[in-house]
């Protein structure tokens, strides 16, 4: 991985213990309410499945695929269903877990979308936001780690399809991308 590490950013030591966190805070916060935790595919896959370990009252789980991203690092702004999620939610306390906040257009469509389907709460947990990013005002709810703006993989995150399983997140080396 060194060819296109170009630093780790966030250790596995340090994601592990900020999971475990996480955890504790919305078990805390959901404690006796009816929660669904939507993990968005593909990126929050490897947080989701530590996250929902690391959490102590009754859940469901479930998951959305959405498209921001094609092949680059640039997002599109457009935002398609590429999955929907198995049930209705009427009622339900839905938790969304995403890998990063960037520019925010991704959650804000699965807020209102999420929202318009009778929801009794929707919020928002990632791993790593890029707040200066952001052209949507959306602050996440839980939040793992600030970064700054620089395209990251690992821990979910990818480059065009590769490098999902990295244990931990990295700073992909500028020539990756601009080749
Ligand atoms: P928006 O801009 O809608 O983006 O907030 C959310 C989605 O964009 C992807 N994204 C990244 N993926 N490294 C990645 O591998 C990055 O640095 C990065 N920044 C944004 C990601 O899929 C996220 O769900
Ligand atoms: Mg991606």
Known sequence: MEQVVERILVSEADLK???KELGESISTDY????LLVVGILKGALVFMADLIRSIRIPIQIDFMAVSSYGQGTRSSGAVRILKDLDRA???KHIL????IVDTGLTLNYLLDNLKSRGAASVKVCTILDKPSRRKIPITPDYNGFVIPDEFVIGYGLDYAEDYRHL????????????K
């Open 17 to 19: 213990a900020k999971v």
């Open 31 to 34: 404690a006796g309410k009816d």
């Open 89 to 91: 939610i009427e009622e």
């Open 96 to 99: 969304i877990v995403e890998d």
């Open 167 to 178: 244990p931990y997140v990295a700073v992909l080396k500028p020539e990756v991308y601009s």
